[in-house]
């Protein structure tokens, strides 16, 4: 008997004391007033001048943490602070779960998310894939665009380019795990390792340098990536030698330094499920676009007026086929790999999500993609790591033709441009996405009226179960229209200064895109339905 009471109070002395990861969300933030007031005091204003050109409210959300708080944390016993967000107000810390559950009784602390969802009271499963490249191929072939030709030409970027839509004047984030051996020619306008604290990104990996090169490389006559002039901040978000959801907190990091900086465009070619820690794995369940702290923080990013382009991941062969995180994300722009003829690749991750949504929304060449090495000569490799940036250059060029236009029209846009478009499949989504006809479509999409834009208000956003429409004196009525993030129309009804109120109760939590409309004229508001 005794040794049985031996043996638990070892079981519950284990569990006390090992070393737990967790999300430690906050109550508040300090001067929220007067940082909205005051915006370049927290933002960049190629920030500022993004979201106002996008209608994007700046808000309590775009407010750092309050730096007290993070100090109070990091001086609590046994707690080691490794990143923070301030669009969730959290901090992510390591610990003993009895020292993390202490924290509770700090009075700005209001609640705890561990890492081990069976602490949560979720269930866990196995790890799989390697989020990374495949094995490189032996496979080379000559084209008359450079090596580079084929991973274009498929998409018809090159039409973009024949336009001088070249990414000139947009800016792209890489959140990657290293950027070794990186050349700088002067597109490079800044870099920084969440991991290391530092602004050195060259690290021990490549894999940051390989990736970047599809969006923005360029050898005269042998390379040309998809958006060869656009400008660049890489972050490193990855640790190589371990896999803990840490990577999700820095890459959520990461999405918010670029939006303080104007960033349009991000690319990830990271995908995250398992971990070293097998309580810490994400299970099918969990990748409803809405659940992980990756999800969710690219949720925002997307409300946040970016557009967030990532890979499937590399697990179609795999016992766990379908997409990781970030890419199961609602606001995330996710990307699978084809061959070289645009046919499947088997390694590639699959949808749809647990929710049933389509993914990946479209596919780019990912088997024997061309890049540029770290020795500067043309290679190939293998992977959705190189079919999410060579996507991510071409929808960087699409967007510089109309950049006033919102991030889910271009997305919506470029998924109706693809092949599949009418009849999407589970292992290529929405298909190979044509740019000329995306380009063509952007063209003749109409702007926004300014009376409407100007006359119109939604409240309460985000709402749970009621839109109120504020209707303007001289109309009578117009129709309302509200869709999917996917361009699938949910619900259609005629308002007016008498019915300016529209039911969603029924609809699932999530982003939709509401639209005004009075004959020709249209105006559209992104709705968050809790």
Same mark, same amino acid.
Not at 44 to 72: C, F, L, W
Not at 232 to 237: A, E, I, K, R, S
Not at 247 to 260: P, Q
Not at 270 to 277: A, F, H, I
């Given at each position: ?132 490249? %495949?094995?490189? =191929?032996? &496979?080379?072939?000559? @084209? ?8 274009? /030409?498929? !998409?018809? #970027? ?107 465009? %991000?690319?990830? =070619?990271? &995908?995250?499920?398992? @971990? ?8 099918? /369940?969990? !990748?409803? #676009? ?241």
């Amino acid at each position: 008997m005794k040794n049985y009471v031996l043996l638990i109070m070892c079981l519950i002395a284990s569990s006390t004391f090992a070393q737990q990861d967790a999300w430690v969300f906050f109550a508040d933030k300090e001067n929220v007033a007067e940082s909205i007031a005051n915006p370049i005091s927290i933002l960049t204003q190629e920030s500022i001048d993004r979201k106002a050109m996008h209608g994007i409210a700046i808000d309590e959300r775009d407010v750092p943490v309050n730096e007290s708080y993070i100090t109070d944390i990091k001086n609590s016993t046994g707690i080691t602070v490794y990143s923070k967000s301030k669009w969730m107000n959290c901090v992510y810390v390591r610990g003993s779960q009895s020292n993390i559950e202490s924290l509770l009784g700090l009075p700005f602390v209001t609640s705890v998310e561990y890492a081990d969802k069976s602490l949560n009271f979720f269930p866990d499963i196995n790890r799989t894939e390697d989020k990374f490249e %495949i094995e490189n =191929s032996s &496979s080379r072939i000559d @084209y008359n665009y450079g090596a580079a030709a084929n991973q274009i /030409e498929m !998409l018809k #970027g090159d039409f973009l380019h024949e336009q001088d839509f070249t990414g000139e004047g947009m800016i792209v984030g890489v959140l990657d795990a290293g950027f070794a051996n990186m050349v700088n020619d002067g597109r490079l306008l800044g870099t920084y390792d969440f991991e290391q604290r530092s602004t050195n990104v060259d690290g021990t990996s490549t894999h940051g340098t390989k990736t970047t090169s599809d969006i923005g490389g360029f050898l005269d006559g042998d390379f040309v990536g998809t958006a060869p002039e656009a400008s660049f901040y890489l972050f490193v978000t990855e640790y190589g030698p371990t896999e803990t959801p840490t990577e999700e907190a820095w890459w959520v990091e990461a999405l918010e330094r670029s939006d303080s900086l104007g960033v349009d465009v %991000i690319n990830t =070619s990271l &995908s995250y499920r398992g @971990y070293d820690n097998d309580n810490y794995t994400h299970t099918y /369940e969990d !990748l409803d #676009g809405q659940t992980t702290f990756a999800a969710r923080g690219g949720n925002i990013a997307f409300e946040k007026g970016m557009i967030m382009v990532n890979s499937a991941g590399n697990g179609g062969n795999s016992g766990f086929p379908t997409v990781g995180t970030p890419a199961d994300a609602i606001g995330v722009f996710t990307i699978g790999a084809v061959t070289p003829s645009g046919n499947y690749a088997s390694f590639s991750s699959k949808g749809p999500t647990v929710d049933g949504r389509v993914k990946p929304d479209v596919m780019a060449q990912g088997q024997d993609a061309a890049i540029i090495g770290t020795n500067g000569n043309v290679d190939y490799a293998n992977g959705t790591s190189f079919s999410s940036p060579i996507l991510a250059g071409a929808i960087t060029c699409l967007w510089q033709a109309r950049p006033e236009v919102r991030n889910d029209q271009i997305m919506q846009i470029v998924r109706e441009s693809s092949h599949l478009y009418n009849n999407p499949t589970n292992e290529m989504g929405y298909g190979i996405p044509n740019f000329e006809d995306a380009y063509n479509a952007l063209l003749v999409l109409g702007v926004e009226d300014e009376f409407l834009k100007s006359n119109f208000a939604l409240y309460p956003n985000p709402t749970s179960d009621i839109i109120n429409i504020s209707f303007p004196q001289e109309l009578n009525k117009a129709q309302f229209d509200l869709y999917s993030v996917l361009g699938n129309k949910v619900l259609s009804t005629e308002i007016s200064s008498d019915l300016n109120s529209v039911s969603i109760e029924s609809l699932a939590a999530g982003m939709y895109i509401a639209t005004i409309s009075e004959g020709k004229q249209q105006v559209s508001f992104k709705i968050v339905k809790q």
